[in-house]
């Protein structure tokens, strides 16, 4: 009797724990709307495993706070407690459930990140790389390059990723996916977008100074709207050196530096408003080539020095074209 007594005072305690606990799990919005079918796939494991943690939290607490109420020492105790030996019934319990609970875990997460993680045999890929800071994406198939990441919706893309210089870390919160994007291997995502919009993508990973400003942004639409996009993406390409530098600037330049034609507003690097206007094409040439051949005071030397390799001569032409057509006329 004194038992059941006991048993019936922790569900007291631990039930009414384990239904806040539930409801503030329930009511309150602690994930960003899905936005593909990964998200899904992942959110049911989180939630599996938050139910089994919010039950052993109610569990723990209910023993916790009876044990504290029902075996307090008084005011006036002052002895030591009486030595007792473990129970062992209590003892394989609690290894024996906790097992069961993390191998069962373990399973389903395993199931799910096979499921996700497998691609259909004629998939679109995309090439994803990473450097302070910004995120560039390379279309293969349509050889286009953007600082805009654009998918057809309900359609499965392989997103592989690089890095240029240290790790950077991929994620878009509404699709749920994340990858480290680490210098000289290629990791890989696999995304399928439910969902129309405009969402972020984050660089989850401590990268350098201008860190918080690596921000991209995933624009999901549908397949004719896409096919649209790429045709006007290569009309645009076409149209001159001056479009293309703009391009060129946004995907390379847009996340560091401040360009009021470009509607940027980067703070890591200087104000090109402020610091092009007067100089002349061979001085803008080589901040690009080789920035640290003079660094603007009150700015460190974190810009990426490799642009020569990774763009073409007339790319890098035309980006110092637009540079100085607009900086400081805006």
């Known amino acids: 009797m004194p038992r059941r007594r006991a048993i019936l005072q922790m569900l007291l305690i631990g039930v009414p724990v384990g239904i806040a606990t539930g409801g503030v799990a329930y009511f309150i919005p602690w994930l960003p709307a899905q936005a593909s079918r990964e998200a899904e796939a992942i959110d049911g494991v989180y939630w599996f495993v938050a139910i089994i943690c919010g039950v052993i939290f109610a569990v723990v607490a209910g023993v916790t706070v009876y044990s504290a109420w029902k075996f307090r020492a008084g005011p006036d105790d002052t002895e030591d407690g009486s030595p007792i030996h473990g129970h062992t019934g209590l003892e394989i319990t609690w290894t024996v459930i906790p097992t069961i609970l993390v191998t069962a875990m373990s399973i389903w997460s395993g199931v799910v990140l096979t499921d996700i993680e ?32 654009v998918l057809p919706i309900d ?34 995502i696999v995304v399928t977008p439910t969902k129309e919009g405009r969402f972020p993508v984050v660089c989850t990973e401590l990268c350098g100074l201008g860190h918080a400003a690596m921000r991209a942004r995933a624009v999901v639409v549908s397949a004719d ?18 479009v293309q530098g703009k391009e060129l600037f946004a995907a ?37 080539v080789n920035p640290d051949s003079e660094i603007t005071p009150g700015f460190q030397p974190v810009m990426p020095d490799d642009f020569e390799e990774r763009l073409a001569g ?12 607009v900086a400081g006329k805006s």
């Open 252 to 288: 390379e330049c847009g996340s560091c530096h401040t360009l009021a034609d470009a509607g940027t507003t980067g703070q890591t690097g200087p104000d090109l408003d402020k610091v092009i206007p007067g100089k002349d094409a061979e001085y803008v040439r080589e901040q690009i």
């Open 314 to 325: 007339p790319q890098i032409d035309s980006l110092v074209e637009y540079l100085l057509s």
């Open 118 to 149: 497998r691609l259909p045999d004629d998939h679109r890929v995309i090439k994803v790389t990473a450097q302070q800071f910004a995120w560039r994406f390379e279309y293969g198939d349509e050889k286009l390059t953007t600082g805009e990441l």
């Open 225 to 242: 709207e896409f096919d649209q996009w790429v045709a006007d993406q290569k009309r645009a390409a076409a149209a001159g050196a001056a």
């Open 155 to 188: 359609e499965t893309v392989e997103l592989q990723l690089t890095a240029e210089d240290v790790i950077h870390s991929f994620w878009v919160p509404q699709w749920r996916v994340k990858k480290d994007a680490v210098p000289g291997i290629v990791t890989d």
